[in-house]
Structures are given as C-alpha cells and as structure tokens.
C-alpha cells in the first residue's frame, strides 16, 4: 500500500523526528516522535494518509499498542469514524484479557488485548514505530485469539535494518517513513 | 463549563461503563471505558462535546496523561486541529524532560513532559477519569515548569467521591460525566 502514499509526507515526518542516543539503554538509537505529534498539521497528514486505505477506513476497531500507539490509533479511530481498542502490558487491563509474552529490541513483554468486544470485529492495527515487529507480531496473535479480523496495519515509521517487516508477512503493513 | 453539555451524553456515557471489582487491587471498583473507547458514535459524541469547549479548541496542543489519557488527547487533537503532548511516566520520554512525584489512589508515581516542546503554547489537559486528582495535579505544575499556559482540563468521568476536583480549584474542569 506505501506505493500509494505522497512521497512528501516521508520527508514531513522525517524532518519531525528527533534522534536520541543511548535511549532507554546504551547503543540504542531511540526514534522520538514527540515533535511530530506536537506539529498539528504534520500528525494531521500522516492520520490523512492512513484514513484513505481501504483497511484502515473499513475498520470497525482500531486497534493501538501502548503507550504511543494508543496516539495514532485514537486519532485515526476519529478519522475514519471507528472505535478504539488498547493493547496494553500485562496487568493494566481489566479482565478477562488474553495475553502473550514476547521477546523486545531490548528485553522481554506481556501484553493484552480485552475479550468480548472485539470478537468478529474487523480490527486496523497500528503503532507508532516497527522496530523487530515482535510487540506486532504478538499483537496479531492475541487478536486472533480474541476473534478479530485484523485487516491490516500501519505504523508511522520503519526502522527497516530490523527487519521487522519479514515477522509480519501475510498483512497488509503501510510504513508512511521507511528509514 | 458542564452547565453546557448535553444532559443525554453522561447516559450515554454511564451505560457503556463497566465496573470490575477488586482491580487493580482489593478493595478498589474500577472504572473500564474500554466499551465506551470501543464505541465509535459514543466515543466521538464524547470528543465532539469536548471539540465545542472553547479552552479545548483555542488550544494549540492537549496534553494526555499516560496511557488512557492519550486516547482522550489524540481524538481530541484531532477534532480541534492540535498537536499532542504525551505526560508520561518516569523514564519513557527521552532527555529533556521535567518531572514530578506524587500520591496516587493507590501507591505513588512519578511523570515527565517533554521540554522544549509546550513552552508558551497554550495547552489543554485531558485524562479518561478523575480519581483523586493526584495525576492531574502533578501535570499542571509540570506544564507550568515547561512553560505552557494551560487552557482547562477535561476528563470523561469524574469520581466525585475522590473529592479531585479540590485539588484542581482554580482551573476551568469539565466532566463529561459525574459519578
């Protein structure tokens, strides 16, 4: 789906993030993205480009990774008229949940997706950076467990040397930057 | 500013509220929004409500508190044409940052807001609920330490039992719903 993204909007969000060395762990190249969801028009033209894929638009869910992800999948939520689903770490959401654990860049998670209210729901899933894929790649598990359809998903960047698009073949991924 | 709202929308609001006792620990009756955030024509009846506040649309950025708080932030973000600043908890946003400690409902938590970002902007502070207001008040000293002129503050429920609007006295509070 990228091919069909504006080329500019690349350069837009390139320009708005802010390199921080050593963050959160020495040797890590840490991708902030606090500039560009402070810069309206930016932020607003980055959820423009996703509200106009098919997957995104016909989704009845869509579905954010915390705590960044909850940012694009609100805003995108409101764009193409859905409702919201949070992916939260382990023991922040209600039950009943299904989790999964699930090794990081830099560690190891649990994350959660609630039951019951997104069963047989077609569910657009999107974070804010793929860095190994690997929160994502639980993600997808843990919305199937739970019922969904997941129609495809999106992040705002690609850090492509990790090679986390090749955890998630068989989707249908949208990067807007691709770096 | 509650005098304007719409009477229905706290009805709407309450009956896609779920209580789960004893979460996140014994004795506490949680508040899930998930049915609500999961809703979409309820979710942005709620956001339009907010969208019509004129602290809310003369704002250049809403600030969400981590992490419900974000979806709150980027629907409204979206619905008045700002940008997003994320309050986070100790340690997540990358240098620089201000930060504060504080009592929480239950155990005590430290958050950051980016510097450099807010400074004489005006900025709106939304959150999903008003507990004891602890979090809340904690972000306004620290948008105030960053150099942001705050708006108001919005939540979609207020636990008027907590008795958190005391704390925020002085500051222009909207609750879409009071309970």
């Known amino acids: 789906m990228t091919g069909a993204l504006d080329p500019s909007l690349a350069e837009v969000i390139a320009a708005r993030l802010r390199d921080v060395p050593d963050f959160p762990q020495p040797g890590v190249l840490f991708k902030d993205i606090a500039p ?5 028009a930016a932020f607003n033209a980055c959820i423009d480009a996703l509200a106009e894929l098919p997957a995104a638009y016909e989704a ?3 579905a954010g990774v915390e705590a960044r992800g909850f940012v694009v ?3 995108l939520a409101r764009a193409v008229d859905a409702g919201v689903v949070p992916v939260r770490k382990a023991g922040k959401l209600p039950p009943p949940t299904v989790s999964a654990s699930y090794q990081l860049e ?3 998670a649990e994350i959660e997706v609630p039951v019951g209210l997104i069963e047989g729901k077609k569910v657009y899933l999107v974070d804010d950076v793929l860095a190994t894929g690997g929160t994502l ?5 843990l919305l199937a467990l739970a019922g969904a359809e997941v129609t495809g998903i999106a992040v ?4 492509s040397f990790l090679n986390g698009r090749e955890r998630l073949t068989g989707h249908d991924l949208t990067a807007l930057l691709t770096i």
């Open 156 to 159: 705002l960047v690609e850090l």
């Open 106 to 108: 830099y560690g190891s």
């Open 60 to 62: 009845d869910l869509i």
């Open 137 to 141: 790649k639980a993600t997808l598990g």
């Open 73 to 75: 999948a609100a805003a």
């Open 36 to 40: 560009l969801l402070a810069d309206a």
